[in-house]
């Protein structure tokens, strides 16, 4: 008996409202209003989104929400050591006296 597809099963549905998030669900995901996605959408900020469906849902996939996490922990001085200020090397005045 050949296996059943993924997409056959019952749990097919499930699957798929856990690979595609509304955006209140993935503003609860990202603990962030709605109104903030809709913003950064409009700014073309934030995480990617798209447009699916007849209607035209604006949907975020997990897998890019995710992504853009881990981008923005490696912006973020805080998380990134490498872009601390306190590893920057102290830049010295020059001890040149202006002349007058």
Do not use: C
């Not at 913003?39 to 897998?63: A, L």
């Amino acid at each position: 008996m050949p296996a059943q597809s993924p997409l056959a099963s019952s749990s097919a549905p499930r699957v798929a409202r856990a690979a595609f998030l509304t955006v209140k669900d993935a503003a609860e995901y990202l603990g962030l209003s709605p109104h903030t996605l809709y913003v950064w959408r409009h700014r073309r900020q934030g995480p990617p989104s798209f447009r699916m469906g007849p209607r035209g849902r604006v949907m975020y996939r997990r897998q890019s929400l995710d992504a853009w996490i881990r981008d923005q922990e490696q912006v973020d001085s805080r998380s990134n050591t490498d872009l601390s200020p306190l590893k920057a090397v102290p830049r010295h005045r020059s001890s040149r006296m202006p002349s007058a």
